[in-house]
């Protein structure tokens, strides 16, 4: 009798293990097709996008100006190097001031830089 009993605990115990490698197989190989999608073509794929992270800078005097109107908004920073980076910066509205605080004689050519800038 305990032979017997032997038996049919090892046959049941091997029988879950089968249902459960069963069930391991089918979720490592599943019977169902994967989904696919399609690939990007190899001209997209090899596009150079650095042109996509050029981006419209002033030059020469309206350059100096924006860069001396940048200046002044943190003119009351007295941190010094890289403790400079932790001053606060001015709000929005007073760097869109900066329009309002150009030479008249770089109206015409900040106009243009920002036309340009707006495509």
């Known amino acids: 009798m305990k032979i017997y009993n032997v038996f049919c605990f090892l046959s049941a115990f091997l029988l879950a293990k089968a249902i459960d490698a069963d069930t391991e197989l089918a979720i490592l190989m599943p019977t169902t ?9 190899w001209q997209c794929a090899t596009e150079n996008i650095t042109h996509y992270f050029d981006i419209l800078r002033a030059t020469g005097a309206l350059n100096s100006a924006r860069v001396s ?24 509205s007073v760097w869109c001031a900066f ?21």
């Open 33 to 41: 097709p994967l989904v696919t999608t399609t690939l990007d073509s």
């Open 69 to 92: 109107y940048g200046r002044s908004l943190f003119s009351s920073c007295t941190l010094t190097g890289l403790d400079r980076s932790t001053c606060r910066n001015p709000d929005s």
């Open 99 to 119: 329009e309002s605080v150009i030479p008249s004689t770089l109206l015409s050519v900040y106009s243009s830089h920002a036309s340009l800038a707006s495509l």
